[in-house]
């Protein structure tokens, strides 16, 4: 049963530990809107993150000390790219 609320616990892990780039920890509370894609966005935000780190991301966000819902996102492969620079997505 998914909760009423807006409002989440979120997290992003990487080898099982919070991802930390420079100053920006991935934790902390999100407002998602209610709905059926009402999770894309940690998913998004977890396969930049995977497509950056080179290997699963895993996304959670909880309520009320309850993971609401979870999952884990690979890597894109990488394309074969000619001249050695990679194309903007």
């Known amino acids: 049963m998914m ?3 807006h409002e989440f616990d ?3 892990l990487y080898e099982g530990r919070v991802v930390t780039l420079g ?3 991935y934790r ?3 407002v998602l809107r209610p709905g059926p ?3 894309a966005p940690l ?3 977890a396969q930049d993150l995977a497509d ?3 290997g699963p991301v895993t996304w959670r ?3 009320d000390g309850e993971v609401v819902e979870e999952g884990t996102v690979p890597p894109e492969p990488r394309a074969a790219v000619r001249g050695g620079a990679p194309r903007a997505r």
């Open 28 to 30: 902390g509370r999100t």
């Open 61 to 63: 966000a909880s309520a």
């Open 52 to 54: 950056l780190l080179g």
């Open 37 to 39: 894609d009402r999770f």
């Open 10 to 12: 979120t997290e992003l």
């Open 43 to 45: 998913r998004r935000w």
């Open 3 to 5: 909760s009423s609320t």
């Open 23 to 25: 100053a920006v920890t």
